[in-house]
């Protein structure tokens, strides 16, 4: 049976102290966890050493985004060697504002992923189609486009993938998918990983993400290829996002 994960995405959000209170305050809720669940979360990039330092027994602190450099003359940059030496071992990658905003294409977030599997690291790889795209009834094509990134993996560094489906349309609107948009995009997404990875695919975990809450959580959850969530705003609240993990129990 694939565990569950509940990872938050606290984006561009939250001074230093405002992060580490919250971190603290999901650390003093730790023992209502869940056991057959894992909880993340993914602060900015200057907060990432000092909740390591912090610790946690059951909440793995992880990255939002890496370069796709090794290194050199890229400002601003972070690369995957520079979380490894800080004991990161698990980055997002592909988040829907990196490729919108930023203008990431598909071969960027391609080297994103080898370079984190090359430092044998986990990725949480995200996937998701923008409105328009559902209503001309392209959401599948777009997201088998998307897989691409992931396709040349090699077959035994699969485990280190997860998947994370978050329709654009429903990050931070309020809309959400219902459960059983979500189920099937996520029994897609399966099908077409058992495709290239037949040994693999029924194994990873496939989270889901947009305007996860509370109120939604449980039932989304409850769907049989949904494996948790990638929580943004909730994630920025702890008595919503504990809530959140606990409907993944």
């Not at 209170?21 to 057959?36: A, G, T, V």
């Not at 559902?134 to 699969?158: A, C, G, M, T």
């Not at 993938?161 to 219902?178: H, K, R």
């Not at 459960?179 to 495709?195: D, T």
Request: glycine share 6%.
């Amino acid at each position: 049976m694939r565990k569950k994960i509940v990872a938050g995405n606290w984006k561009m959000n939250g001074t230093y102290t405002d992060s580490l209170n919250l971190f603290n305050s999901l650390r003093s809720s730790e023992n209502e966890f869940p056991q057959n669940v894992e909880v993340m979360v993914a602060p900015p990039y200057l907060y990432l050493h000092d909740l390591l330092k912090i610790g946690s027994s059951k909440i793995k602190v992880i990255s939002q985004n890496c370069s796709s450099k090794s290194k050199g003359a890229f400002t601003g940059e972070i690369s995957v060697s520079m979380l490894r030496s800080i004991s990161i071992d698990c980055s997002i990658v592909g988040h829907s504002e990196r490729r919108i905003i930023y203008g990431e294409s598909i071969s960027d977030i391609s080297e994103k992923v080898k370079q984190l599997l090359s430092e044998n690291m986990q990725v949480v790889f995200c996937v998701g189609e923008q409105l328009e795209e559902r209503k001309s009834d392209n959401h599948f094509k777009v997201i088998n486009e998307q897989l691409i990134s992931i396709y040349s993996v090699d077959p035994s560094l699969f485990s280190k993938i997860i998947v994370a489906y978050e329709p654009v349309w429903a990050i931070g609107t309020g809309e959400t998918a219902s459960p059983e948009q979500a189920q099937e995009m996520h029994a897609f997404i399966r099908s077409k990983l058992r495709e290239v990875y037949a040994n693999a695919a029924d194994q990873t975990r496939i989270l889901y993400g947009g305007s996860v809450k509370p109120d939604n959580a449980a039932e989304l959850f409850s769907q049989a290829d949904v494996d948790g969530g990638l929580v943004g705003g909730a994630a920025l609240q702890a008595t919503d996002f504990i809530k959140i993990i606990q409907a993944a129990g």
